[in-house]
């Protein structure tokens, strides 16, 4: 049984491989880069704590908004 887990291994090790680097070629190809490199406008959020956030807070480093809604 074991003899058979380590052929198994075996054989699947080159392909592990070439999927990791596919996995790694595919990260580089997904970089994002903004086509449209236009500041975006200032704008200021109430949190669900009652604190506020301002665009302007975090200028010079990646931001990402997701809006939910609730009933």
Aim: hydrophobic content about 55%; charged content about 25%.
């Amino acid at each position: 049984m074991s003899l058979a887990l380590l052929l198994v291994a075996a054989l699947q090790a080159p392909s592990a491989r070439a999927a990791r680097e596919r996995l790694e070629d595919l990260a580089l190809d997904l970089r994002l880069i903004p086509l449209d490199r236009t500041p975006a406008p200032a704008f200021v959020l109430d949190s669900l704590e009652g604190g506020r956030f301002a665009l302007a807070d975090f200028r010079g480093r990646p931001v990402i908004l997701y809006f939910w809604h609730s009933t």
